[in-house]
């Protein structure tokens, strides 16, 4: 049950990270950015694939023998 409120909760995060993230490029990037949905689905494309595995990590190191 936990592992389902920490995946969901990271869920979330990435996404409020991942939104600050593409405001952010816009800002700098002067205008808004064309295909902005796609540049947010890489963004938060790339952070799960670095959250998620560690998050597994975090679960299955606490199994132990």
Do not use: K
């Not at 995946?7 to 816009?26: K, P, R």
């Not at 950015?33 to 299955?60: E, G």
């Amino acid at each position: 049950m936990m592992e389902i409120i920490i995946y969901t909760a990271s869920g979330i995060f990435l996404y409020v990270l991942a939104d600050a993230a593409l405001n952010y490029l816009e800002s700098l990037h002067g205008e808004p950015i064309p295909h902005r949905s796609v540049v947010f689905f890489v963004i938060i494309f790339i952070m799960a694939m670095i959250l998620f595995p560690a998050v597994q990590l975090i679960f299955n190191g606490d199994s132990g023998p």
